[in-house]
């Protein structure tokens, strides 16, 4: 009866728990799907921002471009979208724009149009809500990367136990790790957590809100997704538990598929999952189910990917992606030898002997084929762009390249301002996957330590560091949160010995098994148990005491601090998080500003530019610009323009620089035969100006004599910190018509360009070009002068006109330093080029000397009163290299003009972004061109000694002091420079 009653007790106990547990699990579900919902409405609302307050605006410049393509494609349909070669840009050659586009993100905004939408929404309005959608879906991606790789049945192994096998030959059998919460609904802890908070860091970070803010219509918006989902599928096919789950490496490779159509960066992709699979290779991972998820990988994404046409043929002929077509073949000859050594039951030797006679048949097979297509130029170069990251110089010798900001090495400083706490957190869930390790989170350390490897060489590769980063982070807090959880929840030390009590149970009802296993292992694990048995007895002994009743007080006291901090570090992560991301969100261009009465204003000076070329010039007229701008002429003047972003071309785009940057009338004499108008940006800040010696560099490329034995051109520029120009800069195009009738003496002849247009706040000025050769511009546009591929053909590239003919011999193709397939490089060039660069004030010195002998020989061949006029233009450099007096200062009045004006512009703008990433080079360039902008300040009273100060660089607080820049004047908030230190 008393046995009946305790059964009866007993049982409803059991219930009882089993009912407490049931609900716990509803209530931990229910609590993160909350979490998880939250989070993905979090990830939509902070990528609106900009949206909100100036509407549905696409930002940039190479938005502009894949909004006009997005256009075209939606009213003429795929088939003229592939064949459409484009005559109003790169006048007058023209542009395929259908085979040298990623069609993926106008695909896809063209289809959510028809297919979603309808009249309900516009297209513009649709490219500007896609990257606000798709940086929400990444987040998920992400958020459920991080929960792959936090299941228990993938986690079962450290990296230290599978690399201890692969040494000896054997493979690793993962056992599962039993998770802190148990399983509901399908759902494990503590991967849920993982996943969840992966989701919600994903969701805010800014390395990739960068690039997937509203109105930020650009490539990565689309291809961050697109990669997310590639990774998370190839992770799924590699689940340890799942027979059949290599699959989903089918699925992966339709995933790449889109992710080649959306971006170029495709080839980071396809090599990191090659990389991954060599790696899991040499950790002695290599199996069937391993094999067949990476061939289908391969085979499906590269047989899918040479069918766009931009990409073609590359996967088997361009250097950057031949890696993982070899792991590929190296795959089949493993499988092959798995296959022979299987059969044949071969002893591990004769497994070794078999793979190299196999291995050195292939490679064999290899040296004979490259050999034989080699020189018939079968491989393509690698690019300047990736070559870049790999040498040890921060240039890749290619001006054009190294003008971009982008491309520049990233600092320490960048790191922290684009991933915030994650610069903490994602290492530590890097040592957690090294603890708890499987075939897919090993993707995660090799995705980590690729992409801190590249974008530590070019700032503008953070962007991938922002998925791998909140999936680590996510494993870090998830794992953190689940255990914090589960102590306070009621582990007792009851519980705790439920595992060994079932322990003894399963070994006293298996002995003979493990009696049998035993013998059989004993011999192999022996040397194992030796080597781990202190750390299982020291092990043993931590265990006993957490699980005693002061143990258990301690982990539940610990449990809850670590929840407290979480919550106050998740709040400042959030808050910096949202801070930033208005500075991201600001459209370049329309600006926000305040005048001096106090009145918030929008300054669309750009747009209004545009406009006015759209509503007062010929359909036909030519607009020239520098590269940079022309993305926005013809999306929204609907005009034609010279060159544009896409940078195809180098030495059209030198002709460009050479024009701007030559002597006023030789550079009229070229631009009358081209444009019809000139379109600068002025007003300071990254104004044409302050581009300008870029310009110069790039043009001395192609053009040897616009700067005779001097690549890097340093007599072009500013020779003080006052604005100064050289004589070469004061003679050229871009200096008098950004200085025409602003600075005293500079004033063009119109009888060549007359100002025509000048917008409200002077940020942008509009010339026409006088008396422009008509004959040259009909030449240009018959189609008689242009030449097809084959007759018929809709490839038909424009040529020069005649007149530019003379110019044209002047010039020489630029060979970059890939350029291995041609013959003939330009080694002496090359050579000057980087010593130019890494001894910059010795190349300006020699420069000056070399500027001040010409100006002398010009001198002494002219008439007197020409030679006077040479020696005072020529004295400007020696009075510099002399130390003379420089030119006087920036008046008192116009610094406190300045440094009392708050207001949100392009150059508050620029200057956070050059503080915040260290760039002293480029802030003392800017200085020099204008000195008057060391003093700007946006609308919070903040400047650029505010920024130095937060950012912790030293240097250019030095620099600003310098200058002359306060350090404790205050903010809005009455907060002094040295305030923001705490």
Known sequence: MASASSGAASSGDSSSSSASRYLYGLVWFGAYLYGAIAFVSTAYQIRLQAIEEYGPVIHEFDPYFNYRATEYLYEHGAEKFFKWFDYMVWYPLGRPVGTTIYPGMQFTAVWIKNHIFGDRMSLNDVCCYMPAWFGAI????????????????????????????????????????????????????????????????????????????????????????????????????????????????????????????????????????????????????????????????????????????????APLKSLEQLGPGLVFLGYQGLQLCEVVRKRNRLSRAEAWKLRVRVFLVGALAAVILVTAVAPKGYFGPISSRVRGLFVKHTKTGNPLVDSVAEHQPASNQAYFQYLYHLCTFAPIGFLVVCFRFGDGPSFLLVYGATAYFFSHKMVRLILLTGPIASALGGIAVGRLVAWSISQIWGDSPTDAKEPSEKKKKSKGENGAKDKKKKKKSNASASSDEISFASLDTAMESIAKVSNSPEGVTAKRTCAVVFLICLYFVGSAFNVYCWRLSRGLSNPTIILKGQLRSGETVFVDDYREAYWWLRDNTPEDSRVMAWWDYGYQITAIANRTTIADGNTWNHEHIALLGKILTGPLDESYEIARHMADYVLIWAGGGGDDLAKSPHLARIANSVYRDHCPDDPTCRRFGMMDSYGTPSPMMAESLLYNLHGHRVKNGVEVDEGKFREVYRSKYSKVRIFEIINGSQESKEWSSDPANRVCDVPG??????????????????????????????????????????????????????????????????????????????????????????????????????????????????????????????????????MQANPLVAFIRSSDGRGPMWWAFEHRNQDIVRMLMKHGVSHTDKDKEGKTPVDLLG
């Open 793 to 926: 053909s809709w490839f038909c590239p424009g040529h020069y006109p005649p007149a530019l003919r003379n110019v044209l011999d002047q010039s020489r193709d630029f060979a970059q330093l890939e350029d291995f397939n041609k013959e003939g490089g330009d080694e002496e060039y090359q050579k000057k080029y980087f010593e130019h660069l890494n001894n910059p004030e010795k190349a300006k010195k020699n420069a000056i000397k070399k500027d001040k002998q010409r100006q002398e020989e010009k001198a002494s061949s002219s008439s007197a009163s020409s030679s006077s006029s040479s020696s005072s233009s020529s004295s400007s450099f020696g009075d510099i290299e002399g130390g003379e007096q420089p030119p006087s200062k920036p008046t008192q009045e116009q610094i406190d003009s300045v440094y009392n004006r708050w207001e949100d512009t392009e150059e508050t703008t620029l200057m956070w972004k050059i503080v915040s990433s260290n760039s002293i080079e480029e802030l003392e360039n800017w």
């Open 138 to 313: 990444a987040s998920f991606l992400i958020g459920c990367v991080a929960y792959e790789c936090s299941l228990p049945q993938n986690t079962g192994a450290s990296v230290a136990s599978v690399l201890n096998d692969a040494l000896k030959g054997r493979y690793t059998e993962y056992k599962p790790q039993k998770g802190s919460g148990g399983t509901i609904m399908g759902l494990s802890s503590p991967a849920l957590e993982c996943g969840v908070f992966a989701l919600g860091i994903m969701a805010v970070v800014p390395a990739h809100l960068m690039r997937s803010v509203g109105g930020g219509y650009d490539n990565e918006s689309v291809a961050i997704s697109a990669m997310s989902l590639t990774f998370l599928l190839w992770i799924r096919s590699l689940r340890t538990s799942d027979p059949l789950s290599w699959i989903w490496g089918a699925a992966a490779g339709v995933a790449y598929f889109y992710m080649v159509a959306a971006w170029g960066g495709y080839v980071f992709v396809l090599n990191l999952v090659g990389v991954h699979a060599a790696v899991l290779v040499l950790l002695g991972r290599f199996s069937t189910k391993v094999y067949a998820s990476y061939s289908l990988f391969y085979a499906v994404g590269t047989t899918l990917a040479v069918s766009v046409p931009v990409v073609g043929w």
